[in-house]
């Protein structure tokens, strides 16, 4: 699947549990500290300027943003996370309901996790990846606004992030990867779609084989040879 956040839409968005769509098509979330760059990044691969918006006051979003894909899966924008001036009582409860839609939503497939990449993975990251990777679903980092640093320390930021990971989650190396990334200098947009169109790519061959299997016309049982029809109704004179 190509360039699968190509042409997304917004869709709705969601305050609280019971505003959430009900469970179907495949979705990916994207989560991040605040300031870390996750609009630019739902931008840059969306290739469009103003899908996501940034608030003005960091860590103030009280909503999910969904927008919805040509294929019908849909991407959700969670709220950033982890910014000291947000009041103690509404930290808590987006926390919360975050740990709450990573660990049990039923029609999340994969998280796209931003870190800005020149201050590592911070212990809210980790408290999220915690309660989501004990699902087995695959997560995938974006180390962002890679371009700040000199080209010497690009990879070994992402690698750090990469050794945080392994230390913090060891049983579960094998379902994280991290992508050096830089929405404004398109660094990293290729492996990104590539991965998230993996993600999805399973969910649309099914539903693509249930919309054929649907719209496919039934046949009609064949007439028995031999066997005469009955007699023609008379006309009526």
Do not use: C
């Amino acid at each position: 699947m190509k360039h699968p956040l190509q042409q997304a839409e917004y869709a709705q968005s969601v305050a609280d549990d019971t505003q959430m769509p009900p469970p179907g098509p495949p979705e990916i979330a994207f989560a991040g500290r605040s300031n870390s760059g996750k609009s630019s990044a739902i931008n840059a691969l969306a290739q469009r300027r103003r899908l996501a918006f940034a608030s003005r006051t960091p860590g103030r979003t009280q909503q999910i943003n969904y927008f919805r894909l040509r294929s019908g899966a849909l991407v959700a924008d969670l709220p950033g996370y982890g910014y000291a001036a947000v009041p103690r009582a509404l930290k808590r409860h987006w926390e919360a309901f975050l740990g709450r839609y990573v660990e049990t939503r039923q029609s999340l497939v994969g998280l796209v996790l931003i870190v800005d990449a020149r201050h590592g993975l911070a212990s809210s990251d980790t408290a999220l990846l915690d309660g989501y990777l004990a699902s087995g679903r695959p997560a995938l980092i974006l180390a962002t606004k890679i371009d700040k640093l000199s080209a010497s320390h690009r990879q070994s930021a992402a690698e750090d992030i990469a050794k945080a990971v392994a230390a913090a989650f060891p049983a579960h190396v094998a379902q994280v990867a991290v992508v050096p990334f830089s929405a404004t200098h398109r660094i990293g947009i290729e492996p990104v779609e590539e991965t998230l169109g993996a993600w999805l790519t399973p969910y649309a061959a099914e539903d693509a084989g249930s919309r054929i299997a649907a719209e496919r016309p039934k046949e009609k049982a064949p007439r028995s040879r031999g066997v005469p029809r009955g007699p023609k109704r008379p006309s009526q004179g």
